[in-house]
């Protein structure tokens, strides 16, 4: 792999593991996150610019690669948000909790519900429950 491939797939890896660890900061996360999949699309660009040098590159990733990875919804999101970052606006943070109440061991019932992902877990305990 070309030496600026690689150099650009360190980048979006470094964004990655400080969106990672800035979870909780909101600023801070959409911000690497941001950039993080603005240098993995930073990647292809290189790539395709050293394909002179690659192989059988025009072979491979127009025929093979480059279906593949149109079907792939992953990397469809991907394209999707890289351009609306680019384009318009950040990202919009999203998050989930899932719930199980039992009152017995034999029965449960189970919720979803929309939570901001940037709550800390003492928001979701609103009280205390004590067994006597």
């Not at 593991?17 to 603005?38: G, L, M, P, V, W």
């Not at 999101?77 to 351009?83: D, G």
């Not at 019932?109 to 609103?126: H, M, Q, R, S």
């Amino acid at each position: 792999m070309d030496i600026n491939a690689r150099n650009r797939l360190n980048e979006a890896s470094s964004f990655l593991k400080k969106a990672a660890e800035s979870y909780q900061d909101k600023n801070e996360f959409i911000i690497n996150t941001n950039a993080c999949i603005q240098a993995l699309r930073n990647v292809t660009w290189v790539l395709q610019s050293q394909k002179k040098d690659i192989p059988n590159f025009e072979n491979w990733y127009n025929n093979d690669w480059q279906q593949s990875l149109i079907k792939d919804l992953i990397m469809k999101w991907l394209v999707e948000s890289r351009n609306k970052i680019v384009k318009s606006s950040d990202l919009e943070a999203f998050s989930y909790m899932c719930l199980s109440v039992h009152e017995k061991y034999t029965e449960s019932a189970k919720y979803t519900i929309n939570v901001d992902p940037f709550l800390g877990n003492e928001d979701f305990v609103p009280f205390r429950v004590v067994i006597e």
